[in-house]
């Protein structure tokens, strides 16, 4: 399966759980009580692209207005969780230097690679921007990570959850029941091929980081430069 089918495949199956009243609303957004913590390789997504993003949640937020948007500062593509967000987790237990060298070492000699955002994809919970990167840049580092830090004996989850395959970004989240879900939608499928822009990674982002990316619980371990 193509990354096309497959994000149109996501895309065709939560539409219609969304359409069915069968979507899911996190709950835990606005819970002070949520201490799931992890640390995330990403990259960050250039100016230009980030005001077509916010132009297009900006007229959804005129339809629904009590729903999650991610705001400039949070907007980012996961290269690859390396320990995903879990209650407890804290910097404390783990070496950072070892892990800076083990990714330092899954990057070396690799150049920066460019991320097309063009049309809209979802799940139950949410949505997200579909991302393209044109060759095998991401991959290479993407599997140079899982063999390495196997290898290392260091603490991490990588593909526990899911193995990541795409280069998405999550722009909007559900904390609450729809109050005009067909106008949503119908806003929706008038985005869901625009194009939003690309973008060039040249700098990898380590950082530890809360489930939602959120700034003000982000703290960034090193940043790391691509070729």
């Known amino acids: 399966m193509s990354l096309s089918e497959y994000y149109n495949s996501l895309y065709k199956d939560s539409l219609e759980k969304i359409k069915s009243d069968e979507y899911q609303i996190d709950s835990l957004i606005d819970s002070p009580f949520d ?54 987790f804290q910097l404390s237990n783990i070496s950072i230097e070892e892990y800076i060298h083990v990714i330092q070492r899954s990057i070396d000699g690799l150049s920066c690679f460019e ?62 029941r729809f109050r005009n879900k067909e106008e949503f939608i119908r806003k929706v499928e008038a985005y869901r091929d625009y194009d939003f822009g690309t973008f060039t990674v040249n700098i990898i982002e380590f950082v530890f980081n809360d489930w939602y990316q959120r700034k003000e619980h982000v703290k960034t371990l090193h940043k790391f430069e691509l070729k």
């Not at 230009?48 to 629904?64: A, G, R, W």
């Not at 955002?117 to 579909?130: D, E, H, I, N």
Request: proline share 3%; charged share 25%.
């Open 35 to 88: 201490k799931r913590y992890g640390i995330t390789l990403l990259a960050r997504i250039n100016r230009n692209v980030k005001d077509e993003i916010q132009k297009f949640l900006n007229e959804l937020k005129i339809i629904e207005p009590e729903q999650y948007y991610y705001p400039d500062s949070d907007l980012h593509v996961t290269v690859m969780s390396i320990i995903s967000c879990y209650n407890g």
């Open 115 to 176: 991320i097309k955002f063009k049309g809209l994809t979802a799940s139950p919970s949410c949505l997200m921007v579909q991302g393209f990167v044109e060759d095998d840049t991401l991959y290479k580092i993407r599997n140079n990570l899982r063999l390495n830090f196997v290898a290392s004996g260091l603490e991490q989850s990588i593909d526990k959850r899911y193995t990541i395959q795409t280069a998405h970004s999550t722009i909007f989240r559900l904390r609450k």
